[in-house]
């Protein structure tokens, strides 16, 4: 063999190594992709179904609260994609007022109570371990909103309402005031339990005017069902995966 045909022989040698060395990172990168590509799959799949399964918690809860309400002969209505119990306006108030008719008085109060018998499997309390029938549900409350709906008619401004927006806020914290009056053990439900993360009441009031109708149009009818107090249940997230 001549010097040059050796010369070539070691260079197509090293080419080939050189190569293989490409491939075979290609490979191991190739490799690394699918395990971390499996990785966030599942993942992403172990939160859906957490996400699901708390979903389908929150839906028990409301059953389990407006059925209460109506074994009582408190109409309630649930809306079960946005996780809502509605309670419409003509048995809570007249309408422009804020404070409670009789009737509405006496709904709250049953409100009250079929909140306070039914969240202990659903939320923790300061104190106090959860009932031993709660069976361990996995999933559990982070946040009640109560909160205040009205029409599009104007009010008529006084010196403590002057639009809507006062109106709504005004019936949702006068909501609240009332039931944590009736069941005052309402106001010990948490967030979290006493080894999570610091943990928070759970109720909250909130006013939105007009602007969340359920109904369109400008009639009585629809003008009766925008005039509402929803109290919204928002489940705790899923917790992030190690």
Known sequence: ????????????????????????????????????????????????????????????????????????????DIDVSAGVLRLPDQILFEKGRDQPKPQGLAALNVLANGLAIHLPCYSFRARVPRPVYCAGRPHHVEAIFIEGHTDSDPIKPNARLRDNWDLSVARASNTYRIVSAARPDLSEFMSSGPNGRAPRQIFSVAGYADQRPVAPGSDETAMERNRRIDVRIIMAGPEPLD
Do not use: P
């Open 1 to 76: 063999m001549t010097r040059n045909e050796a010369s070539d022989a070691w260079g197509e040698e090293r080419r080939d190594g050189y190569y293989s060395s490409i491939t075979d990172m290609m490979i191991g990168l190739l490799f690394l992709f699918i395990i971390m590509l499996m990785y966030f799959a599942l993942q992403l799949r172990t939160t859906t179904e957490q996400l699901i399964t708390a979903e389908q918690t929150r839906n028990e809860l409301l059953e389990k609260v407006a059925t209460y309400l109506r074994e009582r002969d408190v109409h309630a």
